[in-house]
């Protein structure tokens, strides 16, 4: 049996979402996207880039799928270890019912 390990970013009053934009998702009236990024550091950085750098498979939600597939067939420079190693990670869609 493998483990799931969950790696999140979530604020405070719990608000979950990537480090994106802040047109990242703006579903439902959310106005608030990009909240993360004026409170990143290179403590948290290095933590989040060692456990993306270890080996995984990605368990990515809907949304985020959605969000995804419009975003990489504009960037695939296999050049970048960033796009290379999210390009080839298995990834498992889930989805409720």
């Not at 809907?62 to 999210?86: C, M, V, Y």
């Amino acid at each position: 049996m493998r483990k799931v390990n969950v790696l999140e970013f979530v604020s405070l009053d719990g608000v979950i979402q990537a480090p994106g934009g802040p047109e990242e998702d703006t579903s439902g009236g959310f106005a608030y996207g990009g909240w993360i990024s004026p409170h990143s550091d290179p403590v948290s950085s290095t933590a989040i880039r060692k456990q993306m750098n270890m080996p995984c498979d990605l368990l990515i939600g809907r949304k985020t799928f959605d969000i995804w597939a419009k975003f990489w067939p504009q960037h695939n420079d296999l050049q970048n270890p960033g796009t290379l190693r999210s390009l080839t990670l298995q990834s498992h869609v889930v989805r409720f019912r």
